[in-house]
């Protein structure tokens, strides 16, 4: 059974970083791609990042430039390095992994930017 888990988020000063990690157990056959989505109090889920199993990554206009996605095979990690950090960066994180015959999501990890 496939199951991700993220870690790295917490509370950071406007203009900090943070790295997130989504480690993933359990076998697939093949990865359309992995991302990172977001919500915030109220408002719906987000693409943030994304990462197909070729390489090819993509983000949303509002982090372009300041956040970087990756991954690690070896390691069955993706990360999401995020620089620059503003206010409204302040969501719930969300990995998300998308295969030939799933959809697979996190539990989430918080990020607080305040000052």
């Known amino acids: 059974q496939v199951q991700l888990v993220e870690s790295g988020g917490g509370l950071v000063q406007p203009g900090g970083s943070l790295r997130l990690s989504c480690a993933r157990s359990?076998?697939?056959?093949?990865?359309?791609?992995m991302g990172w989505y977001r919500q915030a109090p109220g408002k719906q889920r987000e693409l943030v990042a994304t990462?197909?199993?070729?390489?090819?990554?993509n983000y949303a206009d509002s982090v372009k430039g300041r956040f970087t996605i990756s991954r690690d095979n070896a390691k069955n990690t993706v990360y999401l390095q995020m620089n620059s950090l503003k206010p409204e960066d302040t969501a719930v994180y969300y990995c998300?992994?998308?295969?030939?015959?799933?959809?697979?999501w996190g539990q989430g990890t918080q990020v607080t930017v305040s000052s």
């Open positions: 359990g076998s697939i056959f093949n990865i359309n791609y």
């Open positions: 990462i197909t199993g070729g390489g090819t990554t």
């Open positions: 998300k992994l998308l295969t030939g015959v799933g959809v697979y």
